[in-house]
């Protein structure tokens, strides 16, 4: 698989990831549910942290802004080694899986660092209004954005029987965490490299099968040539 092929699908993942932020940032309320289908609403969130909202700061002793720019810094370094990894495996000619898988996840992450980066910069507020892009009055800073999260799949939306010890009337939702599209880019390159774990890797098993019999090849022709002599 070729590198510009590569590139292409990371511009497509990109785009659709930022049109769909960009749309939902200027078009809804922070909060604000529209019902698709029962079973699938676009619901605008805002996620400060790591996955399913996780902060620096709730595990270490740190504020919230340290965490965060802790965190950006951190995503940007991974995607610095993401791109090294994906130019590395397209030279090489690795597999055409890993090279799919490996594309998905640098684009994952490179839309959401953008959001990270430059959100904060180019919006205003989301609370209580409909956020202006390129805003006088932006929220935040650079290095200081939220990532925007807006697809929301609560497949099922009810309570615990009441019969049932400790959760009984409680309420349950599946699947609860809403997230973007740039999110379902890395989840699905790193699901096709577990599930096709051998298919994405499989090329260097190959190669190693390939050198292994070229080894025992010449072994063996380097036994005969030394045998002809002797039955002379």
Same mark, same amino acid.
């Given at each position: 698989?070729?590198?510009?092929?590569?590139?292409?699908? $990371?511009?497509?993942?990109?785009?659709?990831?930022? $049109?769909?932020? $960009?749309?939902?940032?200027?078009?809804?309320?922070?909060?604000?549910?529209?019902?698709?289908?029962?079973? +699938?609403?676009?619901?605008? /969130?805002? @996620?400060? %942290?790591?996955?399913? %909202?996780?902060?620096?700061? !709730?595990?270490?002793?740190?504020?919230?802004?340290?965490?965060?720019?802790?965190?950006? *810094?951190?995503?940007?370094?991974?995607?610095?080694?993401?791109?090294?990894?994906?130019?590395?495996? #397209?030279?090489?000619?690795?597999?055409?899986?890993?090279?799919?898988?490996?594309?998905? $996840?640098?684009?994952?992450?490179?839309?959401?660092?953008?959001?990270? #980066?430059?959100?904060?910069?180019? +919006?205003?507020?989301?609370? @209580?209004?409909?956020?202006?892009?390129?805003?006088?009055? &932006?929220?935040?800073? *650079? +290095?200081?954005?939220?990532?925007?999260?807006?697809?929301?799949?609560?497949? /099922?939306?009810?309570?615990?029987?009441?019969?049932?010890?400790? *959760?009984?009337?409680?309420?349950?939702?599946?699947?609860?965490?809403?997230?973007?599209?740039?999110?379902?880019?890395?989840?699905? %390159?790193?699901?096709?490299?577990? #599930?096709?774990?051998?298919?994405?890797? %499989?090329?260097?098993?190959? !190669?190693?099968?390939?050198?292994?019999?070229?080894?025992?090849?010449?072994?063996?022709?380097?036994?005969?040539?030394?045998?002809? &002599?002797? @039955?002379?």
């Amino acid at each position: 698989m070729r590198l510009r092929y590569s590139l292409l699908l $990371i511009v497509l993942v990109l785009l659709i990831d930022q $049109i769909t932020k $960009i749309y939902v940032k200027t078009h809804f309320v922070l909060g604000e549910p529209v019902e698709v289908f029962s079973w +699938f609403k676009i619901l605008f /969130i805002e @996620n400060e %942290g790591a996955a399913w %909202g996780t902060k620096l700061s !709730d595990i270490l002793p740190i504020s919230d802004s340290a965490g965060k720019l802790i965190l950006t *810094i951190f995503r940007l370094f991974a995607i610095v080694g993401i791109g090294y990894w994906l130019y590395d495996i #397209v030279a090489k000619k690795a597999s055409k899986t890993l090279i799919i898988s490996v594309s998905l $996840i640098f684009a994952g992450a490179f839309g959401n660092i953008i959001d990270s #980066v430059f959100y904060g910069v180019i +919006f205003d507020d989301s609370y @209580n209004q409909v956020a202006t892009l390129f805003s006088d009055e &932006p929220y935040g800073s *650079i +290095f200081y954005g939220k990532v925007v999260d807006m697809l929301y799949f609560p497949m /099922i939306d009810t309570t615990w029987p009441e019969w049932m010890p400790f *959760i009984g009337g409680n309420d349950f939702r599946f699947f609860e965490p809403v997230f973007n599209i740039a999110d379902t880019a890395i989840s699905t %390159g790193v699901g096709i490299l577990i #599930v096709f774990n051998k298919k994405a890797f %499989g090329k260097k098993e190959k !190669d190693k099968e390939v050198i292994s019999e070229q080894s025992v090849q010449e072994e063996q022709q380097e036994q005969q040539e030394q045998q002809e &002599p002797q @039955n002379i």
